[in-house]
């Protein structure tokens, strides 16, 4: 599975977009491009995911480069809520689905 | 609509003594099932998975266990609990077909003392 890297840690004011990128260097043709949050103290939650187009459902939308190889999740309007540790996941298809976290970004949305 | 859910919320249990974590899911037929740890401060770790009843894999070697006796219900286990047992344990469905898109629920805190 691709490796993805991702900021540490990022800001953004209430009420602004938040821009949560992810570089995926090697990731290969297959391979789709998820998103998760969690929230401290709570599951992970699924935000979107991606292959080739972006998407855009009600919670996020997804922009991945046209060489694939780095994403952008973007929170149009970042509420205090969104405090959270936002992950990037490459995975296949698989028959049972492993995912694989890292690190991710903790996003903290200021007032 | 789907619902998941974990119990208890948080367990406070001594070292060597015995625990059984259940998950149930709602509103869905034959999900696939996730056992997932988060250790403090660290990333959450693939236990278990199962894609049917009594169809069980590991991930990774300890000394727990998992069990599907139900379409919708998994159970984590352990004869003897370790310190290093202690986390957050975590259950998530998924639609077999759409495996990556997974669904959590809230969770259950064990403490090892």
Redesign the interface.
């Known amino acids: 599975d691709a490796k993805t890297t991702q900021p540490t840690s990022m800001d953004c004011a209430e009420g602004r977009a938040a821009n949560l990128p992810c570089n995926h260097s090697t990731i290969s043709g297959n391979e789709?491009v998820?998103w998760y949050r969690q929230i401290h103290?709570?599951?992970?939650?699924?935000i979107i995911?991606g292959l080739k187009n972006n998407e855009t459902n009600e919670m996020a939308s997804l922009i991945i480069t046209e060489d694939r190889k780095s994403s952008t999740l973007i929170l149009p309007h970042a509420t205090l809520r969104d405090t959270a540790v936002y992950y990037c996941?490459v995975?296949s298809?698989?028959?049972?689905?492993?995912?694989?976290?890292?690190?991710?970004t903790i996003l903290t949305v200021h007032p | 609509s789907q619902t998941i859910h974990q119990w208890p919320a948080t367990l406070v249990q001594p070292v060597g003594s015995p625990l059984s974590l259940e998950c149930t899911v709602e509103g869905t037929s034959n999900p696939?099932l996730?056992w997932y740890r988060q250790a403090a401060g660290r990333?959450?770790q693939?236990l278990f998975?199962s894609?049917g009843i009594g169809q069980i894999?590991s991930?990774v070697p300890q000394n727990l266990s998992a069990s599907r006796p139900q379409d919708r219900q998994f159970i984590l286990s352990s004869k003897k609990l370790l310190l290093s047992d202690s986390g957050?344990y975590?259950c998530?469905w998924?639609v077999a077909a759409a495996?990556?898109?997974?669904?959590?629920?809230?969770?259950t805190?064990l403490t090892v003392t």
Do not use: C, D
């Open positions: 789709y998820y103290s709570q599951g992970p939650q699924y995911h996941i995975r298809g698989t028959s049972y689905g492993k995912l694989t976290f890292g690190q991710g | 696939n996730y990333g959450l693939l998975y894609v894999s991930e957050f975590l998530a998924s495996s990556y898109e997974q669904y959590f629920g809230p969770g805190r």
